[in-house]
């Protein structure tokens, strides 16, 4: 058996441009899995006298953990703590049920970046699954530790992670009565937030490009709702829409050549694509009701989109031309703010049951709705990259919240901010591409 | 007296009459034709909605109703109609709804003789609630249009 570690080169582009930010965000998991695969994550050692700004092991632990397929050992059961290779003794891995285990060291190199090892074992087969070395600049660690993550979540259940990705979100802070909007982003699990917009007006709406370099959002700065995007890279930001009316609702096509939004310049909200190259505008929908909402199918072929067409607000699917119009949705009064799962075959949503507003998931195959919450004001879902989970915002003693909850509705946590109201979070697309050799 | 005389003598009889039985309310220039209920009404800024509707209330009409006549009086105003909603829902489709409301509400004051072009609406979805509550009482504060003339 062979036992090799490759070198992982990652490329870090937008990562890197992140600030180091305070972390003003805990995450609380309120509701957990019975069922998680029992894995051994051993604290990194550390070689040498510099101690670096993150515990990689202690990320990676949390990701694993929050994900809901994963049910960390508890340290103080541990028999030893390995570090090398030639020290890992599977039967104490065994003894306390642990079925993988993770080990791995650090160390500060002379050139100032960090370098981390892991190895990643099978332990009733005895075997090693993976092992790698990144060598990255210490602001990159935590990044790193999402890698690590990824490359732990893909091998043990043979789907990628979503560790590396990235969420956006607004928040609302109010001091003497003055109201400051801030559109950020932040790490997977809610660290390092960078401000992207700040305003005293509105924002809302944040909408991820396929490649994740740029944001489109709703801005009232102008006293009313105009769609703007940003690049994330250099901060350049161009007005998209000002047309009489609402401009709302973008939504990039999977090919991010277009872009449909919703504006109400025809004298109703109705559903439009704009090509980005000629910045032409095609009109899809025609109908006196509300259309609003518009989601692309991950192949492109396809918006969703939510209408009042039949009196309450249903989900809707057209062809991307506009063409063939087909209702989704006939439980309950209220469906709204549809988007697909990255396989296409499910759709989450906001869906009312009573006077409620839960988050659900469409099964398209069957029609089934699942609903996968029980509190009252739930609303913006959007899946991870990896279809696995879904985030949204709710209402927890008065403040909006961020949370999430596994596409089974198993797992779910709230990310808990220090101050002011957190909502519209939106996740990114698939993480980095992972580049390395082994 | 001549038989002319006499007729001229009834009409300016039946005249006077008629101008002492006049009691309709004087022309006030000040409130512009306003009668004093309609005056009172301009106080309220805002009218409101039932949830997911944009259904004008014969209360909501009566106050818009007294606005429009404002509007008709004073030629130089313009009004701003600015549609809010409830937290509940999504916000997008709340974007379109405040919109829906404010129009209804542009409608009306259209349909009573204001020019189109001394109407702006805009929507604030549900971005910009007076009552931060999360109840009943406070949603209902939220359903609303807001009457900003200038």
Partial sequence: MVRRVGLLLVAWG??????????????EITQSADVGLPIAIVPFALAGKDKPAHDVAAVVEADLARSGRFAPVPRKHFLGTPHED??????????????????????????????????????????????????????????????????????????PGAFSSRIAYVTKETHKKRNIYKLQVADSDGYGPVTIVKSPEPLLSPAWSPDGARLAYVSFEEQRSMVYAQSLVDGRREKLAEFTGINGAP???????????????????????????????????????IDTEPAWSPDGRHIIFTSDRAGQPQIYRMDADGGDVTRLTFEGSYNARASYAPDGATLTLVSRNGGAYHIAILHLANNLLQVLTDTP???????????????????????????????DGRVRQVFKFEQGDVREPAWSPSNQPLQYTE | ???????????????????????????????????????????????????DSSTISSESRAIIEAHAADMRARRGASVALEGHCDERGTREYNLALGERRAQAVARLFRALGVAANRITTVSYGEEKPVALEHNEAAWRQNRRVEIIKR
């Fill in chain 1, 14 to 27: 937008l990562i890197a441009c992140s600030q180091t930010a305070q972390a003003v965000l805990t995450i």
């Fill in chain 1, 86 to 159: 030639q020290d890992v003794v599977f039967k104490d891995w065994r003894r306390i049920k642990a079925e993988a285990l993770l080990i791995g060291k650090k160390k500060k190199l002379p050139n100032g970046q960090w370098q981390v090892e892991f190895r990643l074992y099978d332990v009733f087969k005895g075997k090693q699954l993976a092992g790698y070395i990144f060598r990255v600049d210490e602001n990159a660690l935590r990044a790193t530790a999402h890698q690590i993550s990824d490359v732990v979540y893909e091998r043990l259940t043979g789907e």
């Fill in chain 1, 251 to 289: 939504a990039w096509s999977p090919d991010g050549k277009r872009l449909a939004l919703t504006l109400s310049r025809d004298g109703n909200p109705e559903i439009y694509v704009m090509d980005f190259a000629s910045r032409r505008l095609t009109r899809l929908t025609k109908n006196y009701a």
């Fill in chain 1, 377 to 407: 004001l739930d609303e913006s879902p959007s899946f991870a990259p990896n279809g696995r989970m879904v985030l949204y915002a709710t209402e927890v003693r008065g403040g909006g919240v961020l949370a999430s909850v596994s596409a």
């Fill in chain 2, 1 to 51: 007296m001549t038989k002319k005389a006499w007729v001229l003598l009834a009409a300016l009889a039946v005249l006077g009459v008629a101008g002492c039985e006049t009691t309709g309310v004087p022309y006030d220039v000040e409130t512009g034709g306003l009668t004093d209920a309609q005056v009172a009404l301009l106080a309220e800024q805002r009218v409101y909605f039932d949830f």
